[in-house]
């Protein structure tokens, strides 16, 4: 009796280990559990770092930097490119975990493996966080990622599936993460405009000059500065014959001439009624004038039309430099650009003037018409 029953007990055990479902398969189904919650942990883990990182800053660029060294880390890629839609214009920024400033061989390889790269717009290794440069230039698998509220998108290029690297819901989790960040940075971006630019001519304000102009002064080492103050003539007689809507409009073409005559480094502002500065960095005096002059011409050659009659323009230019030869603090300068123009206006209007380097914010010395081959430039000396 004994015996009979131990038999059956034996058989039933064997009957279960070999049934699915069995203690085999038990252990196969935590084992998957267990490697699925290690893959959730360390999914959450990662979104709650993304999110921290792209929501430390404002500052778009630096939104930008945070989400590709995220994933970067998550996932190697070899090139990572966000094409954001502002409205006005698409913007792109680009990453490479190469050394792209050592390689023009890598970086042409990448502009012409996404259409609409420009060199500016490609960062290598250091955007990434990386010590030193690593990846390659195999751009086998290109998966496309559509950023949230119609922002734009993400195109990453590497050697396996991007995609698959993740689970929906991280997916879903990152990228809904990145659009809130990228978001609330184009909602800055406007706001900080709105307060930097002027809103009839869109030039930055007098605010934005005067803070540049101190952030040079701070600077320890002093760099090749030149200050350019240009004032309309008779802009009083326009709006008293032609109304102020036309004085507006010869404000915004005047605005529009200073942006086509100077470089994207340089500063443009409207510091007030109509009178305009031009804050160029990095350029001699020589460099200064040539750009005064080339203002003052493009001016000139202008003609505003308001309501079928033409409105004829033209300026009055006062430059100041500072350099490590010509030491002059910032508010000095701006006394000498001022001093400059009112030579400008003293002399006939409709001429470039600038201020001496080495001299002192006196008396203002007599000026040379002959400067520079052209009677409309003149140097004070």
Excluded at 35 to 62: C, G, H, P, W, Y
Excluded at 110 to 124: D, P
Excluded at 276 to 297: C, K, N, Q, Y
Excluded at 334 to 342: M, P
């Amino acid at each position: 009796m004994t015996k009979e029953f131990n038999t059956k007990i034996s058989q039933g055990g064997g009957d279960e280990q070999q049934r699915p479902g069995g203690r085999l398969g038990l252990l196969v189904n935590s084992v998957c559990d267990v490697m699925e919650l290690r893959r959730n942990l360390k999914e959450m883990s990662f979104l709650a770092d993304f999110f921290r990182a792209v929501n430390t800053s404002l500052i778009l660029e630096d939104v930008l930097e945070a989400a590709a060294s995220k994933i970067y880390q998550y996932f190697r890629f070899n090139l990572m490119v966000v094409s954001l839609a502002t409205g006005g214009e698409d913007r792109i920024m680009a990453f490479s975990p190469l050394d792209l400033e050592s390689s023009h061989h890598e970086l042409m390889a990448i502009l012409s493996n996404h259409t609409g790269l420009r060199a500016h717009h490609v960062k290598g290794f250091r955007s990434l966080g990386l010590t030193g440069p690593e990846g390659s230039l195999v751009f086998g698998n290109t998966n496309f990622l559509a950023l949230p509220r119609n922002l734009g998108s993400v195109t990453v290029y590497s050697e396996f599936n991007f995609i698959n690297h993740f689970s929906d819901g991280m997916l879903e989790g990152m990228m809904e993460s990145f659009g809130v960040a990228l978001h609330n940075s184009l909602e800055y971006e406007k706001v900080r405009d709105l307060s930097m630019r002027d809103g009839l001519t869109g030039l930055f304000n007098r605010r934005v000059l005067e803070e540049m102009l101190e952030l040079e002064g701070r600077k320890r080492q002093v760099e090749p500065l030149s200050l350019l103050i240009i004032d309309l003539d008779h802009f009083k007689q326009i709006n008293d014959t032609h109304g102020h809507p036309a004085g507006d409009l010869v404000l915004q073409t005047v605005a529009r001439v200073l942006r086509e005559s100077t470089r994207g480094s340089d500063l443009v502002a409207r510091s007030g009624g109509e009178e305009f500065s031009a804050m160029l960095p990095s350029v001699s005096l020589d460099v200064a004038l040539e750009v005064g002059e080339r203002i003052r011409t493009n001016l000139e050659r202008t003609m505003v039309t308001y309501n079928g009659r033409s409105i004829k323009v033209t300026a009055s230019v006062g430059i100041a430099h500072r350099s490590a030869r010509s030491l002059c603090g910032i508010k000095e300068l701006e006394i000498r650009a001022d001093k400059a123009l009112y030579e400008a206006k003293r002399s006939g209007r409709n001429r470039v003037c600038a201020y001496p380097c080495g001299s002192q914010s006196g008396e203002i010395p007599k000026a040379d018409g002959n400067a520079k081959g052209s009677p409309r430039i003149v140097r004070i000396k």
